[in-house]
């Protein structure tokens, strides 16, 4: 099988999926195999996230890391979905210095890398102002 294809049929790769607890119903993004706030093993079953949510906090990103250069400045926050999972991503498509706490956002999905010209291409999770 050809590497983008098996990163391809990775399910949580190229969608947001959780896991949701059978027992509290609390839902956690990335997947987890125990829950966090009651503790039971086992009772976790994959969850689909709508992929809409709030900004919680953020900052703005004024010296990008290596290969990231050409997006500073940038807004990255962490977003309560509204499953109420949290997770941190880059805020996208917007002038940066507008980005509030309390905003809605949707997730999206954007190239993120590639190993070198012929390699494979890395997709990745940003937020985007609704």
């Known amino acids: ?30 997947p987890r195999y125990i829950c966090p706030k009651c503790r039971r093993i086992g009772k976790l079953d994959p969850y689909k996230l709508n992929g809409k949510g709030k900004i919680i906090t953020f900052t703005i990103t004024h010296v990008a890391p290596n290969g990231f250069e050409d997006q ?3 807004a990255l926050a962490i977003i309560e979905l509204d499953e109420g999972a949290r997770l941190t991503a880059q805020i996208t498509d917007c002038d ?21 010209e012929d390699g494979a291409i890395y997709y990745g999770y940003k937020a985007k102002l609704i």
């Open 1 to 30: 099988m050809a590497v983008p294809r098996f990163w391809r049929e990775i399910s949580n790769r190229y969608n947001l999926i959780g896991t949701k607890c059978g027992n509290c119903n609390k839902v956690f993004f990335p």
């Open 72 to 74: 500073a400045p940038y």
């Open 96 to 116: 940066p210095n507008k980005v509030k706490i309390g905003d809605r956002v949707e997730m999206i999905f954007r190239r993120i890398g590639q190993d070198g």
